[in-house]
C-alpha cells in the first residue's frame, strides 16, 4: 500500500515536471522563432541602412560634383566679367591704331606727311601701345592669379625650422608700406616653445595674402585703429602641428558669404581686386600642409581664420 502510494506521488511528480519541461520547450520554441523573426528584420534594417548609406555617397558625390560645376561656373563667369573691360580697351585701342596707320600710309602715298604729323602719331602710338600693353598686363595677372591659387605645393621645396613670429612680421611691414594711408597695428603672439618645420615659401604666402586681404578688403572702408592679431600656438594632441588664429578688426562679411570666401574670383567690395587671395590661402592651407581653415566673422566686427597646419618635416 505505501509503495502504490510512492509510485502515485512520483508519478504526479514526473508528469509534473514532464509539463513543466513541455512549456519550458514551447516558451523555448517561441522564443527562438521571435528571434529568427528579429534577425530577418534586422538582416532586412541592415539591408535597408546599406542601401541608404550607398544613396547618401552617391548623393554627396553629386553635391561635391555640383558645387565643383558651380565654382567652376562661378569662376567662368567671374574671370570673364574682369576681362571683359581690359580686351575691351584693348580691341578698341588696336582698332584704332589700325586706322591710323592705314591714314598715315595714304598721306605718305601722296606725300602729305610732315615731320611734326609724324612726331604727333609716333607719341599717340607709344601711348596706345602702352594702354594695350598695360591692359593685357592686367588679364595676365588675372590668370596668372588664377593658376597659382589651384597650384600645388611644389615637390623641389626647401623645409628649414621657421620663426614664424618674424615671418608675420615681415610680411606685415612689407605690405603696410604699400598702404601709407593705413595706420595699420599688428600683433603677433606666438606661444613658449612652439616649433615648426616648414616649406618657407609657402609658409610666406599664407601670411602674405591673409594680410593683404585684411588691407585691400577688411580695411577698404574706413576703420578706427585698424589691427591685426595673430597668434601661433602649438597644436595640443598633435607635436609636429599648430594652430593660428589670424583676426583684424575690419568690417568682416555677410555669414551668407562665408561659403564664397575661398571661391575663386569671388570678392565682397567692388573694387579692382580679382579675389583670388583666400581661394590660395586655402590651397596652401590643405595642399601644402594637409590642414584645415575656419572662417571666424561676424558684419562690421572683423574677419578671422583659425588654420591648423602640419609640419612639413614627415
Known amino acids: 500500500m505505501k509503495l502504490r502510494n510512492i509510485v502515485k506521488i512520483l ?15 514551447y516558451d523555448l520554441e517561441d522564443a527562438l522563432s ?7 528584420t534586422l538582416l532586412d534594417t541592415n539591408i535597408k541602412l546599406e542601401s541608404s548609406i550607398n544613396e547618401i555617397h552617391a548623393t554627396r558625390k553629386k553635391l561635391v560634383e555640383t558645387e565643383k560645376l558651380a565654382s567652376l561656373r562661378h569662376v567662368a563667369i567671374g574671370l570673364a566679367h574682369r576681362m571683359n573691360t581690359p580686351i575691351g580697351n584693348a580691341k578698341t585701342l588696336t582698332s584704332h591704331i589700325i586706322k591710323a596707320v592705314k591714314l598715315l600710309k595714304s598721306d605718305f602715298a601722296l606725300n602729305k606727311i610732315s615731320k611734326r604729323r609724324l612726331n604727333e602719331f609716333i607719341e599717340d602710338m607709344e601711348n596706345e601701345n602702352s594702354s594695350v600693353l598695360h591692359n593685357l ?10 593658376k597659382k591659387s589651384y ?9 628649414s625650422d621657421i ?5 608675420f612680421y615681415k610680411e606685415f611691414t612689407a605690405i603696410s608700406n604699400e598702404y601709407p594711408q593705413l595706420d595699420c597695428k599688428i600683433n603677433i603672439n606666438v606661444k613658449d616653445k612652439v616649433q615648426f618645420t616648414a616649406d618657407l615659401t609657402n609658409m610666406q604666402k599664407l601670411a602674405r595674402e591673409l594680410i593683404v586681404n585684411s588691407f585691400s578688403h577688411a580695411f577698404s572702408e574706413k576703420i578706427e585703429d585698424p589691427y591685426i592679431h595673430v597668434s601661433v600656438s602649438q597644436t ?12 583684424d578688426n575690419g568690417k568682416g562679411i555677410n555669414y551668407q558669404d562665408e561659403k564664397d570666401l575661398f571661391t575663386p574670383m569671388y ?8 579675389g583670388l587671395g583666400l581661394p590660395m590661402v586655402y590651397a596652401i592651407v590643405q595642399d601644402a600642409f594637409g590642414g584645415e581653415i575656419e572662417v571666424i566673422s561676424e558684419l562690421d566686427k572683423g574677419l578671422g581664420f583659425k588654420i591648423h597646419l602640419h609640419s612639413n618635416s614627415m
Open 267 to 274: 570678392t565682397s567690395s567692388l573694387t579692382s581686386k580679382f
Open 163 to 167: 620663426n614664424l613670429h618674424d615671418l
Open 11 to 25: 508519478k504526479k511528480k514526473v508528469d509534473a515536471r514532464t509539463k513543466e519541461l513541455r512549456k519550458t520547450n
Open 34 to 40: 521571435e528571434l529568427e523573426e528579429q534577425k530577418e
Open 236 to 247: 595640443s594632441t598633435e607635436q609636429d602641428a599648430i594652430t593660428i588664429l589670424y583676426l
Open 151 to 159: 597650384s600645388r605645393v611644389d615637390s623641389m621645396s626647401i623645409v
Open 137 to 146: 598686363d592686367s588679364c595676365a595677372e588675372m590668370i596668372s592669379k588664377l
